[in-house]
């Protein structure tokens, strides 16, 4: 049993992290323990957590067990969880609560919770005081080892808790089952060092940690072999990759080396604004199969809170970086996060926040009201703000960004724009979906045969969150 601790977790050790491959580590003798068995998967969080829940689809599935979108016919249910805000935390606990009722019809179905929660000691403690039906918990380190936690829950009465602080190493080759066909999740770091101090990824996902290119490069060819035209390079801070490893090596040479593989459109999340460097813009710029789409958080125009945060920029030099963007690549979008209501805001904090937001006209925003987390520095900040006021301001930001928002996609109406489509759109079944270069939303007129190729779409409607089309 290995139960988290948050004090470890914030260790940053300077131990080497090797690199393992799946195949000289994986149990070879449970490949049929999943045979007529089935299983339900319940993904919340950000793309690291749905490329983790491919991986963990794919182990399972090598063990043949089989998938299914319905929970109640599920044989084990696992519940791969986000920690960043406390109402992802809620919605857990709310899916814990009707599992338990699920499980006392039918008492010998598994229930697996791992993820982002599984990793911070209250929810632990919890779920072995509280939820002891609760099968198996592990966490963000070791997904790996599912199928011996698997193997052992199965035997044994008793919950098995295997929850890692501390990182260990990188394991290559593990097997995805990708949702997508043509758009894939490549993760090219693990981990954060930033500690921003509302932030709960650095202790849930432990140190940063790069993959070595040879191995991220090997497999976007593989994807593009296999047919995916898009891959995204997925890290909390994909600016800063390389920065752990001992070589000259850095984000700019790796996107540059990706776009050489040739394939046919490559997206990145997240970028630090303090880890821009110009070569990267100038890399972007060079490579037409880099999209011109950059998710740069700002979360507050304020510099009283921006250093509270510890986000180690300053409004003026985030203008100044965007600028420089927009200048650089005109034809581009730039969305961002921000966050209202953190500790100590006051009114004139957050008119700099939409002082920024007026000045950049982002293309879209995520935005969030403070959400204390347990064991960061911020949840220790006193936090006088009602939380009235704290809706308030959201409310007024969201309508400056949906305003600006709007005003972004005006521009494309009546022009053609290169649409990857996925599918069929998910609110008219009549109709294709699909993203641009800039990564807007498209509904489109035209016909099935172009589902999983780059078309050109003639953009016909424009609102704010996505655009209406036909294939020209
Ligand atoms: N690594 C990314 C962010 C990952 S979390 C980056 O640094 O940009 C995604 C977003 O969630 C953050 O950008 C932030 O806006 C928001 N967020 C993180 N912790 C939060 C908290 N405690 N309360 C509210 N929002 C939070
Ligand atoms: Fe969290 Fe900051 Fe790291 Fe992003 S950079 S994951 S906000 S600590
Ligand atoms: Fe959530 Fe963990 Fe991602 S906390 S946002 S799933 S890294």
Redesign the pocket.
């Known amino acids: 049993m290995h139960i988290p601790n948050l004090d470890k977790a914030k260790i940053r050790s300077k131990q080497e992290v090797l690199t393992k491959t799946y195949e000289n580590i994986k149990e070879s003798n449970l490949e049929k323990i999943g045979l007529n068995k089935k299983y339900y998967i319940k993904t919340y969080g950000?793309q690291m957590n749905e490329h983790d829940s491919e991986n963990i689809k794919a182990i399972l599935e090598e063990m043949s067990f089989s998938e299914v979108d319905n929970m109640e016919m599920a044989d084990l249910i696992i519940l791969n969880t986000c920690a960043?805000?406390?109402n992802a935390h809620n919605k857990v606990f709310g899916m814990l609560g009707r599992i338990k009722h699920l499980k006392e019809e039918k008492p010998n179905i598994l229930v697996a919770f791992c993820g982002c929660m599984a990793q911070e000691e209250d929810v632990v403690n919890e779920l072995m005081q509280k939820y002891k039906w609760v099968d198996m918990i592990f966490g963000t380190h070791n997904l790996h080892e599912i199928p011996i936690i698997l193997s052992h829950a199965l035997k044994s009465n008793k919950q098995e808790v295997e929850v890692y602080s501390i990182e260990g190493d990188i394991v290559e080759n593990i097997p995805a089952k990708r949702d997508s066909k043509y758009k894939a999740w490549v993760n090219i770091m693990y981990g954060?060092d930033?500690f921003?101090t509302?932030?709960?990824?650095p202790y849930t996902r432990g140190k940063q940690r790069s993959r070595k290119k040879e191995y991220i490069i090997d497999e976007v060819k593989t994807l593009k072999k296999q047919g995916y035209l898009e891959v995204t390079l997925l890290?909390?801070?994909v600016n800063a990759y390389g920065k752990d490893l001992d070589t000259d090596y850095k984000m700019e040479n790796l996107l540059e080396d990706v776009a050489k593989t040739g394939i046919e459109r490559i997206r990145f999340?997240?970028?630090?604004p303090w880890d821009f460097t110009d070569n990267m813009i100038d890399t972007i710029k060079k490579y037409p199969n880099i999209m011109p789409y950059i998710?740069l958080?700002l979360?507050s125009g304020s510099n009283r809170i921006l250093k509270l945060m510890g986000r180690r920029y300053t409004k003026e030099s985030y203008l100044n970086l965007y600028n420089k963007l927009r200048k650089a690549l005109p034809y581009s979008s730039i969305t961002t996060?921000?966050?209202v209501g953190f500790p100590g805001e006051t009114d004139d904090d957050f008119k700099e926040t939409l002082d920024v937001v007026n000045k950049c006209k982002f293309d879209s925003a995520?935005?969030?009201?403070?959400?204390?987390?347990k064991g960061?520095p911020?949840?220790k900040m006193v936090d006088n703000i009602s939380l009235d006021e704290k809706n308030k301001r959201l409310q007024t930001l969201n309508k400056l960004v949906n305003k600006y928002a709007k005003e972004r996609n005006d521009v494309y109406l009546n022009k053609t724009v290169p649409v990857l489509i996925e599918g069929y759109s998910d609110k008219d079944k009549s109709k294709l979906m699909g993203y641009t270069d800039t990564m807007k939303l498209v509904n489109v007129s035209g016909d099935s045969k172009y589902i999983g190729s780059i078309v050109s779409v003639l953009i016909t409607d424009v609102k704010t969150w996505s655009m209406d089309g036909v294939i020209k």
């Open positions: 950000c960043i805000r406390e954060c930033k921003c509302y932030c709960i990824v890290g909390q801070n999340v997240t970028s630090h998710h958080p979360q996060d921000i966050i995520f935005t969030f009201i403070f959400s204390p987390r960061t911020a949840s």
